[in-house]
């Protein structure tokens, strides 16, 4: 989804914090416009993730246990998660960009995967299901 960031201050500390911020969703708030264009009912407290690349927030991630606190455990698992994510992305831009300036192979139509990128997803699942298992036992 996409929203301006006129009325989210929260967000918008978060992405030139360039770290996960825990806000408080005050009624009336930029944070309250975007939990219920999320669709979350109750929510008084919400992780705010920047993924980052190049040092520009590209997107937030909003992270949210409805009316209980997110654990600081959870969040700083979150904050690894980002980085993993961004990057992740930061990799495959790199890689897209590279491709798309080299000359197509001769041998095959079909590019090879990238080698190194295998322990890293590998280690991005595991993240992604140590901060799933931190969300369903809070």
């Keep these: 989804m996409t929203a301006p960031l006129s009325r989210a201050e929260a967000v918008r500390a978060a992405c030139d914090e360039g770290a996960v911020r825990v806000a408080k969703v005050n009624p009336g708030s930029g944070e309250a416009l975007l939990r219920a264009a999320l669709g979350r009912a109750e929510v008084h407290e ?25 654990p ?14 961004s990057a992740a992305f930061a990799r495959i831009i790199l890689e897209k960009k590279r491709a798309s300036s080299a000359p197509p192979p001769a041998s095959s139509s079909v590019p090879s995967p990238i080698p190194s990128m295998a322990p890293r997803e590998s280690r991005s699942n595991r993240l992604a299901r140590n901060f799933a298992s931190r969300l369903c036992r809070a």
């Design 72 to 85: 600081p455990t959870t969040v700083r698992a979150l904050g690894e998660f980002v980085e993993e994510c």
């Design 46 to 70: 919400a992780a705010l993730a920047p993924l980052r690349i190049k040092g520009r927030a590209a997107l937030v991630l909003w992270a949210d246990l409805g009316e209980k606190s997110p």
